[in-house]
């Protein structure tokens, strides 16, 4: 991510170099990574895109194929990124990713410990709050996701922050080299209580702990192990709900008898006879209604605060 | 794994209180919050008693205090809850199974308790503690055993809170003073909820190194968010239309160290964009030239220290801003330095590079208006994120934005927040909830080509 690297960081000045990591953008729903190459080409339903011709211009360009169709290239952010990553497990999105970072008090300096890492979509927005000084020490029993992982914070530019383990969490808990140094712990596993003992012990006191589960059984079970060395433990669920817009030029054509209608968008009438013709007037307005279709739960989160016992 | 030993990065804001520094009191596990400053003089109030503040300091957050009588009167004392509590929990979720009781004979007609208010008032005089007196009610109480084990637990709690009041130690963050202002004062934060607060923070791509401009109608609260994330690093410029800087009086409540401080600046609209031609030594001479309102713009932006002291005590709510006693311990404690008046260079600086992040919460104000004059000041490529109460301003303005093309990847979303009780058998959702927290319209600047090949 170019901002945690104040030597590369977007600018009026910056333009994109050969080896950037940039985002490309069709639609809204439609993006991708790709690295800058100057010999590449891009190829997509638009047409083909030279990377060549990218280089020296700034981001968030429009930049067009041999075909005059274009894209947007834009710099890449967490948020981007969560968009554009290969989905090895069901990954954590914005809203839950936000309210984590900010619930778990990660600020610029702090130890993190994260399990697992999955496919690294929180890992990256938690790297962001930890830069320039602190580090996430993330961890998965798979070791395949594990170096994709890896191989997706080179690509990002963000491996001096982030150190992936492979480590089973739930049966061996977190290596003791980190206790009582983690201000925050971070656990997305089938069974976090296993793991909760273990967090107790590598939280400072005070330190803040989260756990991610889609079903309330586990939620249960979780904050009953919570109980005895943990406090303020609160669950949430958090959604995100969507707005699509409109402009909907209202006819105001006024009746013979004075009364007068509406006309919504996508009626097409014609006017009636009766309709007298010279007093339209129309006034275009937005208005913004919820989209149609919406996520209706993603997990619970629950936090909690390790307890002062000295 | 790491070959080398894990290190903790420099210490931005310490898990210890000292004196002079900010705290928030959670009375009775949040039925009451209130933020105060803590030195030897100051105090709390709960119910009709004031207690010192003083066994506070030195104390590491998340400490809980009790309300013992002592000596002379009664005052606070650190004590860490016993395990057994939570015993009493487990082994009631054992034997739920076996409740029997039900509430069909209890009548409620206040004739319950025997001890009268005289009876706890001798019992006070004699030393009793707190904990004495809830399981002397308890023992008085005539339909105590024939309530339900939760019952039973809920009368415990209620009797606990009034007799032996908790206070909870806790580091003034971004999220708990969010939380506070959203519970008890929600109009100063234009009713920005702590999950729309994480959102704007996201959304705007808000970490070290960044440049960020906040036009922060909402007390400080965003700006002190956005310092928080930069820990130190970057800087946050807070800026306003007109003459008169928007008070941002919240963010003294963080606990900023002054390297944080000092990267927290303020500038009007109007430097922002008129140093845009004139080398340094033109624009000194331009700023003595607009004398009124550059005087006006120091002597309020200089006066932030004390002033705002006043003026919040003058609200007559000093439970939340810290208590008027600062004003004469300000000169012992360090005087934060947080909402200096830029200065030339790193206006400059902003002018050249474009500011990498930008974040509006101004819930009273016409989005559209905000945008078009402040978007042009952010780099391209990056990201926006506006805050408002009101959902058509933010149509209106994202439609404009589609217009002018401006931006891409617009978006109108509204964050939806809802908390669980989870309790053996009793996992629910809470019965109370937020009704709203604002509209956020997130997007990324868009450069404009002028010739197309």
């Known amino acids: 991510m170019l901002l945690m690297d104040s030597s590369k960081k977007i600018s009026f000045n910056r333009c994109i170099r050969d080896g950037d990591l940039v985002i490309i953008y069709e639609r809204h729903d439609t993006m991708k990574a790709v690295k800058v190459c100057e010999n590449s080409v891009l190829q997509n339903r638009f047409g083909i895109f030279k990377h060549s011709d990218w280089i020296g211009k700034p981001f968030g360009s429009k930049v067009f194929s041999n075909k005059g169709g274009f894209v947007y290239i834009l710099a890449p952010t967490p948020e981007l990124w969560t968009l554009v990553l290969s989905h090895r497990t069901q990954i954590l999105y914005i809203a839950d990713i936000s309210f984590v970072v900010m619930y778990l008090e990660v600020v610029p300096g702090c130890l993190v410990l994260e399990s697992g890492t999955g496919s690294g979509s929180l890992t990256t927005s938690l790297a962001r709050a930890v830069a320039p000084t602190g580090h996430v020490y993330t961890f998965d029993f798979h070791e395949q996701r594990a170096a994709s992982a890896r191989e997706d914070f080179e690509r990002t530019g963000i491996s001096n922050l982030v150190t992936v383990g492979v480590r089973d969490i739930q049966s061996e808990g977190f290596p003791d080299e980190f206790s009582g140094l983690a201000d925050s712990v971070f656990l997305d596993l089938p069974q976090p209580w296993l793991a909760i003992p273990s967090a107790r012990n590598m939280l400072k006191q005070d330190g803040t702990l989260c756990s991610f589960s889609p079903c309330i059984e586990q939620v249960q079970r979780s904050c009953e192990t919570l109980r005895s060395d943990f406090t303020d433990i609160r669950t949430f669920e958090i959604l995100l709900r969507m707005y699509e817009l409109r402009e909907w030029k209202i006819d105001h054509s006024k009746f013979e008898d004075g009364s007068s209608i509406a006309y919504p968008p996508c009626k097409r009438r014609q006017p009636s006879s009766e309709v007298s013709v010279g007093e339209n007037t129309s006034s275009p307005a937005v208005v913004a209604r919820p989209s149609a279709e919406t996520r209706g739960h993603t997990g619970y989160l629950t936090f909690a605060r390790r307890k002062c016992d000295s | ?453």
């Open chain 2, 1 to 453: 794994m790491s070959e080398s030993k894990p290190e903790s990065g420099p210490v931005i804001n310490p898990r210890v209180t000292c004196e002079g520094c900010s705290v928030l009191l959670d009375i009775n596990d949040g039925d009451r919050l209130v933020f105060a400053r803590l030195s030897a003089g100051s105090t709390l109030k709960i119910g009709n008693k004031t207690y010192s503040l003083q066994p506070l300091i030195g104390c590491p957050f998340g400490s809980l205090f009790q309300v013992e009588s002592g000596k002379e009167k009664p005052y606070l004392s650190r004590f860490v809850p016993p395990t057994e509590e939570n015993n009493v929990q487990d082994e009631g979720g054992s034997q739920l199974q076996e409740e029997s009781r039900d509430n069909r004979a209890i009548i409620d007609n206040n004739q319950a308790q025997t001890l009268t208010g005289e009876d706890i008032d001798a019992m006070r005089r004699q030393g009793a503690t707190g904990n004495e007196i809830v399981e002397a009610l308890i023992a008085n109480s005539a339909t105590f055993d024939k309530k339900t084990q939760f019952s039973q637990e809920k009368y415990r709690l209620k009797k606990q809170k009034k007799y032996a009041p908790r206070v909870l130690l806790r580091r003034p963050f971004c999220r708990s003073i969010c939380e506070a202002y959203f519970k008890k004062y929600p109009a100063r934060i234009g009713f920005l909820r702590v999950d729309a607060l994480s959102l704007l923070l996201s959304m705007a791509n808000v970490t070290a190194n960044s440049d960020a401009l906040v036009v922060d109608m909402v007390g400080g609260l965003v700006t002190g968010a956005v310092a928080e994330r930069l820990g130190g690093t970057g800087s946050v410029c807070s800026t306003y239309l007109g003459g008169t800087p928007y008070p941002i009086e919240i963010i003294r409540m963080f606990n900023f160290s002054d390297e944080i401080c000092k990267r927290i600046l303020r500038c009007s609209f109007n430097d922002l964009c008129s140093v845009q031609i004139e080398t340094g030594e033109q624009v000194s001479q331009h700023e003595d030239d607009c004398t009124m309102e550059s005087q006006s713009n120091e002597k309020t932006s200089l006066s932030i220290g004390t002033e705002d002291v006043h003026l919040s005590s003058n609200n007559g709510d000093t439970d939340l801003v810290p208590e008027n006693k600062l004003s004469s311990s300000s000169k012992t404690c360090k005087a934060p330095k947080a909402g200096e008046k830029a200065p030339k260079e790193a206006i400059q600086s902003w002018k050249e590079n474009g500011f990498s992040s930008l974040i509006i919460a101004a819930p009273e104000q016409d989005a559209w208006g905000l945008v078009k004059d402040f978007l042009p000041l952010l780099t391209y490529s990056a990201p926006f994120a506006i805050y408002h109460q009101y959902l058509q301003p933010l149509a209106t303005c994202m439609h404009n934005l589609q217009l002018e093309k401006m931006a891409i990847g617009l978006q109108i979303s509204e964050p939806w927040l809802r908390e669980y009780q989870v309790l053996p058998s009793r996992t629910h959702p809470c019965m109370q909830m937020s009704g709203t927290g604002g509209y956020i319209l997130s997007g990324t600047r868009m450069h404009t080509n002028i010739s197309q090949p």
